[in-house]
């Protein structure tokens, strides 16, 4: 079973950046789709990025295509999202999860099995 911990979450003002990582319990990085979720209260889950065990590009949704960037360091195990020109609609708790296989251009939360347990990013105007 695959653990996966998230962290790097906080208050920032509008425009401001974060960067969220999402450590994985064992050296499996590089053989799961990642996927970054994120949850506001009172709205459904939406995924926002999707990193790939291949060398296929991250994908991501339209709300923050050219503002997030999707990384992988198999060395560390770990995932990276970088978040810039943050802004209050960004406001949620945010998650990482794992799916051994995966809809390419698109994140389908059915699809993965194992979650990380969140952390909240918060923007302000």
């Known amino acids: 079973q695959v653990q996966l911990v998230e962290s790097g979450g906080g208050s920032v003002q509008s425009g401001g950046s974060l960067r969220l990582s999402c450590k994985l319990s064992?050296?499996?990085?590089?053989?799961?789709?990642i996927g970054w979720f994120r949850q506001a209260p009172g709205k459904e889950r939406e995924g926002v990025a999707v990193?790939?065990?291949?060398?296929?590009?991250?994908s991501y949704s339209d709300s923050v295509k050219g503002r997030f960037t999707a990384s992988r360091v198999n060395a560390e195990n770990t995932l990276y999202l970088q978040m810039n020109s943050l802004k209050p609609e960004d406001t949620a708790m945010y998650y990482c999860?794992?799916?051994?296989?995966?809809?390419?251009?698109?994140?389908?939360?059915?699809?993965?099995?194992?979650w990380g347990q969140g952390t909240q990013v918060t923007v302000s105007s």
């Open positions: 999860a794992a799916a051994s296989a995966c809809t390419i251009a698109k994140t389908v939360e059915s699809e993965y099995t194992f």
């Open positions: 990193v790939y065990p291949s060398s296929l590009p991250p």
């Open positions: 064992e050296y499996s990085a590089r053989r799961y789709c």
